[in-house]
């Protein structure tokens, strides 16, 4: 037991002993949560409508596995977890970029070689996190119970058990939302109409499709394993990312209705092979097993939600993708879920009186990092499909790293502010990376930097043109 383990089992000094926690949802942020709260001495019942996945296999076409970075790992450490999760990761240290031809090439996270994301599959933490919380006798999770509703002013949930068919009541002293982003308490917040509660839900016109390539008959990765593989076509992309079995999970970005190709008129198996020949021919000759994942698996959209207030009163809370449900193009939806526990349980350790300010206080806290990372995730959408093909970008990556790379306590790039600076929060991160873009741009635009120019001099340069930026945003009130 590390440290932190053991200060948490000295109970929250506000709330006493014998609070009964009920947490709609055992995914990654419910079974994480739950661990946590009977880390700290709550008793905590957990309902997910889904069956066991340690049982079932349940992911039918969804992300099979994510981006871990040091945000995650943030809440792993606090719950003592850091070493039995790096077990479950492929490390990542950067993109590697495929061209139509089949040309690659690597483009790094950072220029410090200790930061990198890793591929870890959604399932196998996800059971990890359930069988680590129900080693505590605090902690029981049901499963195959959907929350139909919750009555927030009496702080009772509706359930309904799919095996035997029959609705039951439960309640409890508090009850937190990890239900995702089809939520059943933000979608009794909405309909109640008790108080004024703000929601938004923006879809793209990009949907996803998983396919997958398969390992070589020996086991073996048929691609460059540590590497998040990205497939750039300005209006779309293909990405994979490695497995532990050798395999890669592969997903397709690509628009519903517009362009030559699209999920819409994607409808038959030659016309499905005419694009990835057209397109993706070094990926389809690792896939021979294109069309039945193309046809099998299904199209999904891909949104942002915002809403506020995420609580009512000490009654009920909101938290992960039912609060904040993000895009996956930054790669920090599962991250930033995780650092909602983090940041909840900070909150808790200031020993407030009542839910209520705890809930307060951690919706004060957090909300102005979480649209941070929503609005983020749209730009790197954008990044990723099209701008990494463009010189002036790759012009500007390769200034970065070699600034990380020879100054690592003086720079850090906007996607090192956000994956590997953990301990800034979302929000600081997008305004000073935001800056940072646009300076080296700017200063690349005008001729006033080169990658050939001494790098002393370069970073003086970005740092002023960054500081005059975030000065002017200041008096705009951008920032």
């Known amino acids: 037991m590390n440290k932190q383990t053991k200060k948490v089992l000295s109970?929250?000094?506000?709330?006493?002993?014998?609070?009964?926690?009920?947490?709609?949802?055992?995914?990654?942020?419910?079974?994480?949560?739950?661990?946590?709260?009977?880390?700290?001495?709550?008793?905590?019942?957990?309902?997910?409508?889904?069956?066991?996945?340690?049982?079932?296999?349940?992911?039918?076409?969804?992300?099979?596995?994510?981006?871990?970075?040091?945000?995650?790992?943030?809440?792993?450490?606090?719950?003592?977890?850091?070493?039995?999760?790096?077990?479950?990761?492929?490390?990542?240290?950067?993109?590697?970029?495929?061209?139509?031809?089949?040309n690659t090439f690597q483009s790094n996270y950072s220029g410090r070689e200790y930061e990198y994301i890793n591929s870890i599959s959604r399932g196998d933490l996800n059971a990890l996190l359930l069988n680590e919380a129900e080693k505590h006798d605090k902690v029981n999770i049901q499963f195959n119970c959907k929350c139909k509703s919750v009555n927030f002013e009496n702080t009772t949930a509706l359930f309904k058990d799919y095996i035997s068919k029959k609705e039951f009541i439960e309640d409890a002293d508090v009850i937190i939302a990890t239900d995702g982003a089809g939520s059943a308490l933000r979608k009794s917040y909405y309909l109640g109409k008790k108080f004024l509660f703000s929601f938004s839900q923006a879809y793209l016109t990009h949907g996803y499709k998983e396919l997958s390539i398969l390992p070589q008959p020996n086991g073996d990765f048929k691609a460059y394993k540590n590497a998040l593989h990205i497939w750039p076509r300005g209006s779309f992309m293909l990405i994979a990312l490695p497995n532990l079995d050798g395999s890669f999970t592969v997903t397709l970005f690509l628009s519903y209705e517009e362009g030559q190709y699209n999920f819409n008129n994607l409808t038959t198996k030659e016309r499905v092979l005419k694009f990835f020949q057209n397109e993706f021919p070094d990926a389809l000759a690792l896939m021979p097993n294109l069309l039945d994942d193309f046809f099998t698996n299904p199209t999904s959209p891909l949104g942002t939600i915002k809403c506020s207030p995420w609580h009512y009163k000490g009654n009920t809370l909101l938290m992960g993708d039912a609060a904040h449900a993000i895009v996956p193009f930054y790669g920090q939806g599962m991250n930033a879920s995780f650092e909602d526990v983090v940041e909840l349980d900070q909150v808790l350790d200031q020993g407030l009186k009542d839910w209520e300010t705890i809930f307060k206080t951690y919706e004060s806290n957090r909300k102005k990092d979480t649209d941070a990372i929503a609005d983020l995730a749209i730009d790197n959408f954008h990044e990723m499909k099209g701008h990494v093909n463009q010189a002036i970008f790759q012009e500007k990556r390769k200034l970065e790293m070699a600034l990380e790379k020879e100054f690592p306590n003086e720079y850090a790039s906007k996607y090192s502010l956000v994956t590997f600076n953990e301990h800034i929060g979302y929000r600081e991160a997008m305004l000073k990376g935001r800056a940072q873009d646009k300076a080296i741009l700017n200063l690349l635009t005008d001729g006033l930097i080169t990658s050939n120019d001494d790098l002393k001099l370069v970073l003086n340069r970005v740092k002023q043109e960054t500081k005059s930026i975030l000065d002017d945003d200041r008096i705009a009130g951008l920032n």
């Open 11 to 102: 109970f929250g000094e506000g709330l006493g002993e014998a609070q009964n926690v009920l947490i709609i949802g055992a995914g990654l942020c419910g079974s994480l949560l739950a661990l946590r709260l009977a880390q700290r001495g709550f008793n905590v019942n957990v309902y997910e409508m889904r069956p066991d996945l340690r049982k079932v296999d349940i992911s039918a076409g969804r992300s099979i596995n994510l981006a871990f970075s040091d945000r995650g790992n943030k809440a792993m450490k606090l719950v003592g977890l850091e070493d039995k999760v790096k077990g479950l990761c492929i490390p990542m240290n950067g993109r590697m970029i495929h061209d139509t031809h089949g």
